[in-house]
C-alpha cells in the first residue's frame, strides 16, 4: 500500500507540474514579450515565477528520492539512507514553504495595486505576508527538530500553523477582490452603454480572480478538513503536501499571465461615455470613494487613455 501510495502522489505530481510547467512558460514568455528593461514590476514577477518552477521541479526531484532511499534494493549501498531521508524531508519542507510564500506575495501585491490609497488593506495585506512568512519559519525548525532532535509536534498543529495563515491570506484577498467587482457593477458598470448582458473585460477579470481565488480557498479548506476527518481509501500516507506546491504555483501564474495579456479596459468601453475634455485627467481609474460620492449625480470622471486599472496592475 506504501508504494502504490507512493506511486500514486508522484503521478499527481508530475500532472500538476506538467500543468504549471505550460502556464508558467506561457506567463514567462508575454512577460518578455512586452518588455523587462525598465519594469521592475515585471521582472520582479518573472523571477517569482521562475523560482517558483525551479522550486516545484526541485520538490519533484527530491520527492523520487525520496521514494529511492525507502527501498533497499533501488537505494545505491554508500547512501545513510536514514540521514539522507531526514535532510530531503526537510528540504521539501522548505521547498514547498517557499513556494507558498511567493503565491501569497503575488496575490496580496495584485489586492495592495487594487487598493492603492487605503492603509487599513495594506497594513492587512502586510500582516498577511509577514504571517506566512513566520509560519513558514517556524514549520522549518520544527521539522528540523523533529528530524535531528527527536523533539516531538503534533501534527495538528503543524498542519494548522501551515494552512489556516495561507486560508486566511487568500480568503482576504478574494473578498477584497469581490468587493472591487461588487463596487465596479453598481457604481461604474451603469454608466456603459452596452447592448445586452455581456460583461465589461474588467468585469471579466474581477470575475475570474475571485471565482480562481475562491476554489483556492476551498483546496486550503478541504486541507484543514482532512486533518480531522477521514483520510480516505489510501490512509494517512496519501497527503496532498506532495503536489501542493504546484496548486499554489498555478493559481498567482494565471493571475500574471491574464494581466501580462493587458485585459483592461479597451477603448471601446469608453467610447460611448461623454464627458468634457476638462474634466478628464491621465489618472487611473481606481474605483475610489470620490466616485462613490459623484456616482448618482452623475458620470465619474473618465481617464482619457484606455490603460484602466489592469494596466496599472501589470506596471506598478
Avoid at 501510495?5 to 505550460?22: H, K, N, P, R, W
Avoid at 448582458?197 to 486550503?220: D, P, V
Amino acid at each position: 500500500m506504501v508504494f502504490k501510495t507512493s506511486i500514486l502522489d508522484a503521478m499527481l505530481i508530475v500532472l500538476f507540474l506538467g500543468i504549471f510547467f505550460c502556464i508558467g512558460s506561457m506567463s514567462s514568455y508575454t512577460l518578455i514579450r512586452r518588455g523587462l528593461r525598465g519594469q521592475r514590476a515585471r521582472q520582479a514577477l518573472l523571477a517569482i515565477t521562475l523560482t517558483m518552477l525551479l522550486a516545484a521541479t526541485a520538490h519533484l526531484a527530491l520527492y523520487v528520492g525520496f521514494i529511492l532511499l525507502q527501498f533497499p534494493t533501488l537505494a545505491a549501498e554508500y547512501v545513510d539512507p536514514a540521514v539522507t531521508l531526514r535532510r530531503l524531508d526537510i528540504s521539501q519542507t522548505c521547498l514547498r514553504r517557499l513556494t507558498y510564500f511567493l503565491s501569497d506575495v503575488i496575490v496580496c501585491w495584485r489586492a495592495y495595486v487594487l487598493w492603492p490609497d487605503n492603509r487599513i488593506v495594506h497594513a492587512a495585506l502586510a500582516g498577511c505576508i509577514i504571517g506566512t512568512g513566520a509560519t513558514s519559519l517556524t514549520l522549518l525548525v520544527f521539522n528540523f527538530k523533529s528530524e535531528f532532535h527527536g523533539v516531538h509536534y503534533s501534527r495538528w498543529t503543524q498542519n494548522f500553523l501551515g494552512t489556516f495563515g495561507l486560508l486566511l491570506t487568500n480568503f482576504l484577498v478574494t473578498v477584497l477582490i469581490g468587493y472591487k467587482l461588487w463596487y465596479y457593477r453598481h457604481n461604474v458598470k451603469k454608466y456603459i452603454n452596452r447592448t445586452g448582458n455581456n460583461n465589461t473585460k474588467i468585469e471579466s477579470i474581477l470575475i475570474l480572480l475571485m471565482e480562481s481565488g475562491g476554489l483556492y480557498c476551498a483546496f486550503w479548506v478541504r486541507q484543514i478538513l482532512l486533518m480531522v476527518g477521514d483520510f480516505g481509501y489510501y490512509g494517512p500516507d496519501f497527503g496532498f503536501e506532495w503536489f501542493q506546491p504546484n496548486i499554489s504555483g498555478i493559481y498567482p501564474t494565471i493571475i500574471i499571465f491574464m494581466v501580462s495579456r493587458q485585459m483592461m479596459f479597451s477603448e471601446e468601453v469608453l467610447s460611448n461615455i461623454s464627458v468634457p475634455s476638462s474634466s478628464r485627467t491621465d489618472r487611473t481609474i481606481w474605483f475610489s470613494d470620490s466616485i462613490a460620492g459623484r456616482s448618482e449625480a452623475g458620470p465619474p470622471e473618465v481617464p482619457n487613455d484606455s490603460s484602466i486599472i489592469l494596466n496599472s496592475l501589470a506596471q506598478k
